[in-house]
């Protein structure tokens, strides 16, 4: 099997690394010729080019994008159309019409189309899917997601469509549908004309509700999880990979009831090299990755739909 990454900067150098330790890595393409350079010190048994034209006739099997989210679309659609699977790194696209252009292409040409959404390959993110499918917290009340930290600010794109994606992503995904309702507020405090700090609020079907806060200018760096339901609550604590169960609910008296807390299951610190053995699995097999072209287009489409707030 032959993958090539496009893109081997902030992020893609780390999609450079996995696949070549998964020994499917062929090619490298990027621009930055310093990049290049500090990337073959480690690995020399691949192509490294500075453009993907020479790949659009290559015998590569499948490409790994992680350029910038502009780019996505463009490229994703010319691999797909002449028969190559394709990763793209979150946000699929900018908009929900590039987003649904992609996944025509895909299932036009029978591709595997895959986002990178990381964290649904977390298997504590599994995990909780699982406990509350199974009924385990009853009635979901609500949840909770913050993904705080300072820096990395991006020009183009606003906190949400840079951090708060991979939970929205997460709340579809435990959820298992879209909000019927989203609200969002933001401030640009750092640039006048993009949000640094965003809470967005969601409404599902059965009174569920969802509450995420991203910011990019915070003191701490905090990523986290809380779910809220009628017979207990669980805490996911990405930094530490720890789930944890509160015992703590409101009785039928109206009274407080904490039983206490438990652990129940501890996290991957290698979703990424999770992720890409996916990848690897469903070019393979030809099933359909867990974050496949419509699931990352909606993921576009909520987001999307906060630019109209």
Known sequence: MKIAVIGAGHWGVNLVRNLHELGVLSHVVEKNSEIIDAISEEISDVQFLNDYDSLLSSDIDAVAIATPTVTHHEIALKFLEIGKDVFIEKPMTISTKEAEELVRAAEANQRILMVGHILLYQPAIDFIKSYIDQGYLGKIYHLHQERLKLGRVRTVENVIWSLGIHDIAVLLYLVGSSPKRIDFTGHCGVQNHIEDDAYVHMT??????????????????????????????????????????????????????????????????????????????????????????????????????????
């Open 204 to 309: 599902f079907d059965e009174g569920i509700m969802a509450h995420l806060h991203s910011s990019w200018i915070w003191p701490e760096n905090k990523r986290s999880l809380k779910i809220i339901g009628e017979k207990g609550m669980l805490i996911y604590d990405e930094i530490e990979q720890t789930v944890v169960l509160h015992k703590k609910r409101i009785g039928s008296d109206l009274k407080n009831i904490d039983q206490g807390e438990e652990q129940l299951f501890e996290g991957s610190d290698q979703p990424l090299r999770l992720e890409m053995e996916h990848f690897i699995h469903c070019i393979e097999s030809r099933d359909q990755p867990i974050s496949d072209g419509h699931s990352g287009l909606e993921v576009v489409r909520v987001t999307e739909s906060l630019n109209k707030k």
